[in-house]
């Protein structure tokens, strides 16, 4: 029996609704030509079969089934030839897109929850977070801890853990620390009383946070003396350097991507602006100074408030293959307009969505969820919905190093993904195979699309 690996030939070799042997069906029968009973099912485990949808896959739509098991995405040519299995759930899509879920590289907070202030109740807030990010698509994030005194990093990152997403909430990937050690010329809304040098260099680190288990990414400016060394260090430990809140030139920038730093915060966003002779961090997209093999990443606030339209599509089409969609959320997403707080500062949210630390001008962050980002970042580029999608779910986990688990509707990854509809309006959200979310029952509850179980 040959082993032809298009999806319309595996589709041919699915059994019919029924779940019976059908003729001439391969596998699903002993003979090619025989009526038989379906066999066995080899699997001890439920095996999911998702289709009439287009799935995104190898940065593009396809008309193709998707197959679940244990959590992971499966291979159905293995099901089918080496295990002789089948589907026990079938699970139609009504044509929907599929989606490797949003990954959120830069949150803040949100729905009343503030990382960086609610000490106290740091896991009940990051557990609220979670829970509400699902009906955005969002099954991942990095929650964002900005510039404070040192006894309050000492109290709250230890406390953030990384844990697998599930019904309970999003997955936390890993913490992104930013600040304190940042430009005050570039300090956006971080209170420049609490901003530090590297005046000991790495000691300056553990003084300050007193432990690094749990940091993902670590934001820096690279114009702070003793940065590279910093930079190298926190490479060593698997963390990854983002140049940001910076009034660097060009050749800083560069040093600090030659030290190991692979990202930009926010880019546009409180750093020095792009000149003809000198253009700063932004320079960095299309310099020929990036190490041969490492792909550089930029995340953007696609809120059409952070970044006009043309800056973002100046910085696309600049360098596609590195945008990062993020949110930069703070307490007010997901809640009216009034004040709030984030960190060590005061703000307040206008009926036009902007946030402005209280009394001044000063953007604080956005109140945008990861799905408008797509919609709006897919609307200002006229960029293919499929890179659109990428922006916000394969790239972030490839500049976290994460691509084979996350990001991702290949083979053996994880079974984090969204159903969306050809506006991209989220209408399901599953983690590990199991559904989170939807937007039918408007809850995060049992499963309520149509699905047909095999007898």
């Known amino acids: 029996m040959s082993r032809q690996k298009s999806s319309s030939s595996l589709k041919r070799k699915c059994p019919d609704d029924r779940g019976r042997a059908v003729k001439g069906r391969g596998p699903w029968s002993a003979t090619v030509y025989g009526y038989l009973e379906m066999p066995s099912n080899r699997s001890t485990s439920t095996i999911y079969q998702f289709y009439n949808c287009r799935i995104l896959k190898d940065g593009k739509l396809q008309r193709e089934d998707l197959w679940i098991r244990d959590g992971k995405i499966l291979n159905p040519e293995k099901l089918f030839f080496d295990e002789k299995g089948y589907a026990d759930v079938r699970i139609d899509c009504k044509n929907l897109l599929i989606s490797p879920g949003y990954i959120d590289v830069q949150i803040n907070g949100g729905f009343g929850v503030d990382f960086s202030s609610d000490v106290e109740n740091i896991e009940e807030g990051l557990s609220k977070v979670a829970k509400g990010l699902l009906a955005y698509g969002c099954t991942s994030f990095c929650p964002t801890i900005v510039t404070s005194p040192p006894e309050i990093y000492k109290q709250i990152l230890p406390r953030i853990k990384l844990r697998d997403g599930s019904s309970e909430g999003a997955g936390v990937l890993g913490i992104h620390i930013e600040g304190p050690f940042i430009s005050k010329d570039k300090k956006g809304a971080h209170p420049e009383r609490y901003l530090k040098k590297f005046h000991q ?35 060593k430990r698997n963390i990854r350097v983002s140049v940001g809140h910076s009034s660097a030139n060009l050749s800083q920038a560069e040093a600090a991507v030659k030290a190991g730093a692979t990202c930009i915060t926010h880019l546009f966003n409180a750093m020095g602006p792009f000149h003809h002779r000198d253009p700063g961090i932004v320079g960095l997209l299309t310099s020929h100074k990036i190490p041969k093999g490492v792909t550089l990443f930029y995340g953007m606030i696609a809120d059409g408030i952070h970044t006009d339209p043309a800056a973002l599509r100046i910085a696309y089409r600049a360098h596609p293959r590195g945008i990062v969609l993020v949110t930069d959320a703070i307490t007010a997403m997901g809640l009216p307009i009034g004040s709030y707080k984030v960190g060590q500062q ?110």
């Open 346 to 455: 005061e703000f307040e949210v206008t009926l036009e969505g902007r946030a402005f630390v209280l009394g001044t001008k000063t953007l604080i962050g956005s109140i945008v969820t990861m799905d408008k980002c797509v919609k709006h970042f897919l609307e200002a580029t006229s960029c293919s919905v499929e890179e659109a999608l990428d922006a916000g779910t394969r790239h972030p986990a490839e500049m976290l190093g994460i691509a084979a688990q996350k990001g991702t509707l290949g083979y053996n990854s994880d079974a984090d993904f969204i159903l969306l509809d050809d506006e991209l309006n989220v209408q399901a959200t599953y983690i590990a195979g199991e559904l989170v979310w939807d937007k039918v029952k408007g809850h995060h509850g049992k499963r309520t699309i149509q699905r047909k179980t095999l007898s």
């Open 201 to 235: 260099g790495w000691d300056d680190v553990l003084d300050t946070y007193s432990t690094l288990e749990g940091v993902k990414l670590f934001t820096v400016a690279p114009e702070l003396e003793n940065s590279s060394d910093v930079i190298k260090q926190m490479v």
